[in-house]
């Protein structure tokens, strides 16, 4: 169980398009998903929070005019690199939370990552 | 502020040895929980053990277990009997109250057969 897929798994565009990825959760529903970002051999940086039905919130530093993310439903999180650069290239990854296993030590589920680099 | 320190980058063990990973944090809570994550080169995050911090026992997974040393703010993952599958970056993270996950900055152990 616990399952979150993220879609694509690698992409590949030119500089100044757009990129959209989506992540799902498969078998139970998320209010809050999380964006991250990681660089090779690095840790997992938070760009934002993701909220159903309301706005994104954003870490210092990240751009939310680039960055779009969007909670459309409780299993499906969108984040769409608006003109991107070849400095956005990057490895981004998605997670979860189950909203009905909720206790305060339910874990992290992520999603496979996406691999995106820009040319 | 809450910050994860991971003081080894870089670790390897001989195939079937045990290993320990180090993970210090720094927090005013006294209510949180602790994750170690396993990043293998697929780069799949994978939960590997959990912590209550108000739980005196340390937690247990098969050939995995921790020592968790609340006062000293510590949270070692021990690896017993380490298979070649266990070659990955592992990641220490803090859940203070809330919803935000801190994560170390990885420590990348290497199996060597």
């Known amino acids: 169980g616990a399952v979150v897929s993220q879609h694509p798994s690698w992409v590949i565009c030119k500089s100044g398009t757009s990129v959209k990825i989506e992540c799902r959760s498969l078998?139970?529903?998320?209010?809050?998903m999380f964006w991250y970002r990681q660089f090779p051999k690095q840790s997992l940086m938070l760009m934002a929070t993701s909220n159903e039905g309301s706005k994104a919130t954003y870490e210092q530093g990240v751009e939310k005019d680039k960055f779009l993310i969007n909670h459309a439903s409780l299993t499906l999180s969108t984040l769409t690199v608006t003109s991107a650069h070849p400095e956005d290239s990057s490895f981004y990854i998605c997670?979860?939370?189950?909203?009905?296993?909720?206790?305060?030590?339910?874990?992290?589920?992520f999603g496979n990552g996406t691999r995106l680099t820009v040319t | 502020a809450q910050t994860v320190t991971q003081s080894q980058p870089e670790m390897s063990v001989q195939e079937a040895e045990t290993v320990t990973l180090s993970c210090t944090y720094d927090t005013s809570e006294n209510n949180y929980y602790l994750f170690w994550y396993k990043q293998p080169p697929s780069r799949q995050m994978i939960l590997v053990i959990r912590q209550e911090a108000y739980k005196q026992q340390n937690a247990t997974e098969n050939r995995f277990s921790v020592n968790f040393q609340k006062a000293a703010k510590s949270f070692s993952l021990k690896i017993s009997d380490s298979q070649l599958g266990d070659t990955a970056m592992y990641f220490c993270?803090?859940?203070?109250?809330?919803?935000?996950?801190?994560f170390g900055t990885g420590t990348s152990l290497t199996v060597i057969p």
């Open positions: 078998d139970f529903q998320a209010t809050t």
């Open positions: 997670s979860a939370r189950d909203r009905d296993r909720s206790s305060y030590n339910s874990p992290l589920h």
């Open positions: 993270a803090f859940l203070p109250t809330g919803n935000q996950f801190y």
